[in-house]
C-alpha cells in the first residue's frame, strides 16, 4: 500500500520507517538553511542537537547538498555524530587569505600562528 494509498516510500535504512516527499523537502530546506548559516566549523552533535534532525536522514540530504554544490561545505569525520564536524567553504578561505596575505606581507609563516588556526 506504500506508493499507493499512502504517498511515501520506506527508509532504505530502516524499512520501519515510511517517509513522504513533503518530508523530505522540509527536512532538506532546514538542512539547507541551517549549513548555509554557519560560518566556523561547528561538530554535528551541535547542530542535531539543536535542531533535533534524524541523524541517517541529515547526513543523506547534507551529503547530497554538498556533492550537487548547493551547500559550499564539507563534513570531516565521517558519519559518526560524536566526531562529524561540518567545516564551510567561507572558513576555509578566510584561512587560506590570512595566511597568504601574511606571508606575502612578511616573508614568512610563524609555526605558533598556522597551529591556531
Known amino acids: 500500500r506504500v506508493g499507493s494509498i499512502i504517498e511515501g516510500f520506506k527508509d532504505e535504512h530502516d524499512p520501519k520507517v515510511i517517509m513522504t516527499m513533503n518530508y523530505i523537502a522540509r527536512n532538506r530546506a532546514k538542512v ?10 561547528t561538530t554535528c552533535s551541535s547542530i542535531f542537537s539543536r535542531f533535533g534532525f534524524q541523524e541517517k536522514l541529515f547526513f ?23 566526531k562529524a564536524t561540518y567545516i564551510p567553504n567561507s572558513y576555509s578561505r578566510s584561512q587560506t587569505t590570512w595566511i597568504d596575505n601574511f ?14 588556526l
Open 60 to 82: 543523506t540530504i547534507a551529503d547530497e547538498l554538498i556533492r550537487t554544490r548547493r551547500i559550499p561545505g564539507s563534513i570531516s569525520g565521517g558519519r559518526n555524530v560524536s
Open 32 to 41: 539547507r538553511g541551517v549549513l548555509s548559516a554557519i560560518t566556523v566549523p
Open 103 to 116: 606571508y606575502s606581507s612578511n616573508g614568512y609563516l610563524e609555526y605558533d600562528s598556522l597551529s591556531r
